[in-house]
């Protein structure tokens, strides 16, 4: 966003000109302007009995939770998918066949693991995904708020 009425943008880092504000760095982009980004080769199918790499490109290929955040023209749209240590979640290729299915202009993995978490405040309460023990009192890095405009 280069100017407060301007639209919010997904782009690549190398992308970005000097003028423009960005809130977060994640990775990777799975989906840019329509067209759908090739994965790094670490989160491709590995074979059978090779180790993965302790890296977030290395859980890529492991289902977890995941969060991520796309456009489709114009809106924002949020993705959660639920999961648990031991059940549930998504690699990061089915999370960018959930965006491709979706039609997304642009999708950005946001998150993963215990640290993917979402919350929205509804008129009954809180709606939140399923969090782990482990992770429900976990102090996290990065967060997105969003409000209503009516609650300035």
């Not at 990777?28 to 790499?53: F, H, R, S, T």
């Not at 929205?120 to 969090?131: D, Q, R, Y």
Request: glycine share 10%; with cysteine.
């Amino acid at each position: 966003q280069e100017n407060k009425k301007d639209p919010w943008k997904i782009v690549k880092y190398d992308e970005l000109n000097k003028n423009s504000k960005y809130i977060l760095g994640c990775t990777p982009l799975l989906i840019d302007k329509g067209n759908v980004e090739d994965l790094p080769k670490e989160m491709n199918p590995v074979e059978p009995g090779k180790i993965n790499p302790p890296s977030m490109l290395g859980h890529g290929m492991q289902n977890h939770p995941r969060t991520a955040v796309g456009l489709k023209n114009d809106k924002i749209i949020f993705i959660l998918v639920e999961g648990s240590k031991n059940n549930g979640g998504c690699t990061l290729k089915e999370l960018q066949e959930i965006g491709i299915k979706l039609k997304l202009d642009s999708l950005l993995n946001l998150d993963g693991g215990g640290s993917s978490q979402f919350r929205v405040k509804t008129n009954s309460g809180w709606l939140s995904n399923e969090i782990d023990e482990d992770d429900k009192n976990r102090i996290l890095g990065h967060v997105i708020v969003l409000f209503d405009e009516k609650l300035k």
